[in-house]
Every structure is written in structure tokens, then in C-alpha cells.
């Protein structure tokens, strides 16, 4: 150590000397308001040598406590003062030198390094390298050769940490963008099945479908506004087991206020009626709205782990908007397509279907009935002295008995059966599994029915009106639409020669006992009754 003590001898000699000089050199260099507070642990084995070197440390402006002499002093003083910096001599007492002490406190503490050694073995060197210290000093040096290691050796540390933290950046920003383009092929894959979907429970299957895997931390839930327009009631949810059942309109600010509306605890508690029970998890509430009408709202409960994460908030409520969004849109798609359906199909005065829907019909039941060699029986009606009505009373009163005429067809006929507005007063009456003997029940039914009812108008009651059928049946009558069709009208004309309120059936008039059993209330199936009068 003769050589150590010399090179030391000599730093004391020229370098507290110089040590103005090289402080006013450096300057010019260094800015020395950055390195006050940084604190430098020395790690060295020979006490002059070290206490030495800590003045001089001193002297350039760092922080310098007691020396190490050993690798456990090294361990025990860098865990207890945790350096910015540690000037570590190669050659130190204990089991491990200065080599092995280096590298543990770059594992345990990412603590920067410089060797200071006297050797020039080249192992020792190519050893020293190999553990990535941040400089490697030769005694003996200068004072400015130190300063000058310890300045690098700290804005490579720092360089060091700042390409960490952007790199930790970068990661936590990869995995966000990974999550979004998760996200969005989750959201196209919702679009395109929702698209597929022709009931609003179709669609509230798959929402609930993609909401599991779009808010796997969260509890969801959908809610339906109602015909009444004041009602909410549970459509979808995950994550939960008994969501809120149903809820009024003022129970959800959102839908108050027309606008999504969050709280986050625990300085937010302005929670919606029906998200109390969120307890600490923050809440959301998405009103779902297309074209101007509300269909509900989406409602998410987030968990949130720390501190209040306003951040993750806001993301989960731009996904939620967008999925409300979706929703909403699907849902007023349908109820306008179902409602043109509707319109297409319908008579917009009495509700029965009207022409076009029933001349499609027949050719759909009719190929049934001749692949399956069943019956199908036809019924054309006719209100009779419908003109005399129309002139005496007006139109209002001759659109009113149109309507309970057609309210009672539906009301006596089978979910099955397709009772159409032919055209003016006239109606038509397709009759699937049904014979001709069935039929002409079915219509004496009705006609009955007809003669029974009493319309109110003006607080007085009108006159009765009655009605003429005429029947036909597949395949009796006819095996296709024409032919059937002009069976059924032949033989309703044949009624209204009879004079009227009476049912013909093609090729003869009905048989008066029959009718007068079902004018009796007697039910009869319409399939059977043919067999037994065929019998």
C-alpha cells in the first residue's frame, strides 16, 4: 500500500493546492447547484486514503459521510443512507472485494458505481467491466480526473433513469393502445352480430355477451325504458347477481339531465337511485338516445383499487359511451323496421292486415296445405247496406263500426288465422287446418257476432248491422288463389241474393242445423268436423 500512500501524498500536496484553481476551471463545466445535494458514499479500506478523499468530496460541494471499509459496512450504509453515488476501491477487507459488494448494490439498490483501484491486472479490469460500473478510475488521479468521473458516472445514472422511466412510458402506453385495439375489434364484432338481430332480446343478449368481455372488472347493466315513458326495467347486466329489478325516470340523473353522469368517492356521492348499493366503486350512467328518443340508460359500477383514478373513469366512460351509443341505435332501428313492417302489412284503419300481406299469405298457405294434404278454408265478408250507413250517419260513424267489426274478427279468430280489409267494407278471412264445414261455422260465428253488437255514438246506440259470407275450402272449392278466391266471392254473392245476414258456402248454402249449433256457442274442431260430416 506504499504506492497507494505515496499517490495520496501526492493528491494532498497539489491537489488542496490547486484546489481553487480546478473548482474555477471546473465551473465553466459543471453547474455546482446540481451536485449540492447529491450524496456520495465512499467505500475504502485504508483510513488516510479515505478520509482524505472525503474532504476533498467535501470540498467540491457533495454530501460525504463516514467511509465503508468493508462490503458489509458498503451493504449496511447504502441501505440506510441510499447514495446517489459510490466510489468504491476494488481492494476492500471481507470475504468479497470490491467487485462482488458493486454488483450486489446495483441488484438491490440500482446504486451507480465507480471503481477506484492501484491495479493494472488486466483480469481484475476485464472483472471490474463486466458488473457495468459507471466509471473506472486508476489511482492516483487528480482532482479534476474525479470530479470529473463522478459528474459522468451522475448524468449517465440520471440519463439512465429518465430512458427507464420512457420506457416504462412507452410500455404502460403499448399496453393501453393493445387494449384499445382489443376494444374496437371487440366493438366491431359486437356491431356485426347486433346487425343480425331482429328483437330487442336478441340484442340485449348480445350486449350482455360483449359487456363481460368489454368490462370484465365492472358491473353492468342495461336498462329499457317502457311504454309508459316513466318506467325503467332491467334488461342486461354482468358482474352482478341481483342488479336493481326497475326504476322510474327521476331514480337516474343522467336521464334527468340528458347527459352521462359519474360520481367518484368519496368526494362524489350524488349516486343515481339505482346505484346505491355501488358502495366505494365509482359509478356511471350512459344515457342511450338515437334520433331524439330515449331507450334506456347503461349503467357500469367501477371498482377502483387506489386512490381516486379519475383517468381510468374517463376511459370506461368514452368505451361506455360508444357501446350506449350502439345500443341505442340498433334498438330504434328495430322499432322503426318492425314499425314499417307494421305499416306495410296493416290497414291503418281497423288493424287487419291488409291486401298485399293477405294475397302472399294465401300462396304460403296454400303450398303448406298441398304439401301437408291439409284443408284450408277462405271467408269473404260483406257489411251489408255498408252505402246506406255511409250516407245516413257520415263517415265517422262508418269508420267506427269498420273498427269493431275488425275488433271482433280478431277477437273470435285464432292467432293463426290472417283476417285482411279486402277493400272498402269487405273482408277476408284465410282460415289455415280449417274444412268447409269448419268454415261456415266459423262464419256463422262471426255473423252472429256481427248482429249482436252495439255501437255508441252521440250517447246513442245505432242500429244493428248485419253481414254477408260467402265460404269456399281447399281443395274442394279450388286448388289455387284465383280459384278459391272466386268460390268464396261466387258464393257471398249467392248470400246477398238469399238477402243477406246469412253465410253461403260454395255450390249451396249452409245446412241450418250446423249453423245454428254454432250460432249456440258449441266449440267444434274446424279439422275434425269435416271428417264427421264427410262420415
Not at 329499457?224 to 322510474?248: C, H, I, N, V
Not at 381510468?312 to 322503426?336: D, F, G, H, M, P
Not at 254477408?468 to 249467392?494: C, F, H, I, T
Request: with cysteine; net charge negative; charged share 25%.
Amino acid at each position: 500500500m506504499a504506492l497507494v500512500d505515496a499517490s495520496w501524498a501526492r493528491l494532498r500536496d497539489t491537489g488542496h493546492a490547486q484546489q481553487g484553481d480546478i473548482v474555477a476551471a471546473d465551473s465553466t463545466n459543471f453547474d455546482r447547484e446540481a451536485i449540492v445535494a447529491k450524496r456520495i458514499l465512499v467505500v475504502e479500506d485504508e483510513r488516510i486514503v479515505a478520509r482524505d478523499l472525503c474532504r476533498t468530496l467535501e470540498g467540491m460541494g457533495f454530501q460525504v459521510g463516514e467511509a465503508a471499509r468493508s462490503a458489509d459496512e458498503a451493504m449496511e450504509r447504502t441501505e440506510a443512507q441510499v447514495p446517489d453515488l459510490v466510489l468504491m476501491d476494488i481492494r476492500i477487507k471481507g470475504d468479497a472485494d470490491g467487485i462482488d459488494v458493486a454488483a450486489e448494490l446495483k441488484r438491490r439498490y440500482d446504486v451507480p458505481v465507480v471503481f477506484l483501484t492501484a491495479s493494472s491486472d488486466e483480469g481484475t479490469r476485464q472483472r471490474a467491466l463486466q458488473t457495468q460500473p459507471y466509471g473506472y478510475l486508476p489511482k492516483p488521479f487528480t482532482q479534476t480526473t474525479l470530479r470529473t468521473a463522478i459528474e459522468v458516472a451522475l448524468k449517465r445514472h440520471g440519463d439512465h433513469a429518465k430512458l427507464r422511466e420512457v420506457n416504462q412510458q412507452l410500455a404502460a402506453q403499448k399496453v393501453e393502445l393493445e387494449k384499445r385495439a382489443t376494444e374496437l375489434s371487440l366493438l366491431g364484432e359486437m356491431g356485426d352480430f347486433l346487425q343480425m338481430c331482429d328483437t330487442a332480446d336478441e340484442v340485449l343478449a348480445i350486449v350482455e355477451r360483449f359487456g363481460r368481455r368489454l368490462f370484465p372488472e365492472d358491473r353492468g347493466t342495461i336498462y329499457l325504458l317502457e311504454a309508459s315513458g316513466t318506467d325503467l326495467r332491467l334488461g342486461a347486466s354482468w358482474g352482478q347477481e341481483r342488479p336493481f329489478p326497475a326504476f322510474d325516470l327521476e331514480g337516474c340523473r343522467a336521464l334527468r339531465g340528458g347527459r352521462s353522469h359519474c360520481t367518484v368517492p368519496p368526494e362524489d356521492q350524488l349516486r343515481c337511485a339505482h346505484l346505491q348499493d355501488a358502495g366505494s366503486a365509482a359509478s356511471l350512467c350512459i344515457p342511450m338516445v338515437a334520433n331524439g328518443t330515449s331507450q334506456g340508460v347503461l349503467s357500469l359500477a367501477i371498482p377502483l383499487r387506489s386512490s381516486v383514478d379519475q383517468a381510468t373513469v374517463t376511459v370506461k366512460e368514452r368505451l361506455a359511451t360508444v357501446v350506449a351509443q350502439r345500443i341505442s341505435l340498433t334498438l330504434t332501428n328495430l322499432r322503426i323496421r318492425d314499425k314499417l313492417k307494421r305499416e306495410s302489412i296493416l290497414d291503418p284503419l281497423t288493424g287487419l292486415f291488409n291486401r298485399r300481406h293477405m294475397a302472399s299469405a294465401l300462396e304460403r298457405e296454400l303450398r303448406l296445405a298441398a304439401r301437408s294434404e291439409r284443408h284450408f278454408g277462405v271467408l269473404i265478408i260483406d257489411v251489408d247496406h255498408f252505402k246506406k250507413i255511409n250516407d245516413q250517419f257520415g263517415h265517422a260513424v262508418a269508420d267506427k263500426i269498420l273498427c269493431e267489426f275488425a275488433a271482433l274478427l280478431r277477437a273470435r279468430l285464432r292467432v293463426s288465422d290472417v283476417p285482411t280489409r279486402y277493400g272498402g267494407d269487405e273482408a277476408v278471412v284465410l282460415l289455415p287446418d280449417t274444412t268447409l264445414e269448419g268454415a261456415q261455422m266459423v262464419a256463422e260465428k262471426i255473423r252472429l257476432g256481427v248482429k249482436n253488437l252495439r255501437t255508441l255514438h252521440a250517447g246513442s246506440i245505432l242500429p244493428s248491422v248485419s253481414i254477408s259470407v260467402g265460404v269456399a275450402a281447399y281443395p274442394g272449392n279450388g286448388e289455387d288463389a284465383e280459384s278459391l278466391m272466386r268460390a268464396a266471392d261466387k258464393a257471398l254473392y249467392a248470400a246477398k241474393a238469399k238477402g243477406r245476414d246469412c253465410v253461403a258456402v260454395a255450390n249451396g248454402l249452409s245446412e241450418p242445423t250446423a249453423l245454428v249449433a254454432v250460432g249456440q256457442g258449441l266449440e267444434v274442431d274446424r279439422g275434425a268436423l269435416g271428417q264427421v260430416s264427410g262420415a
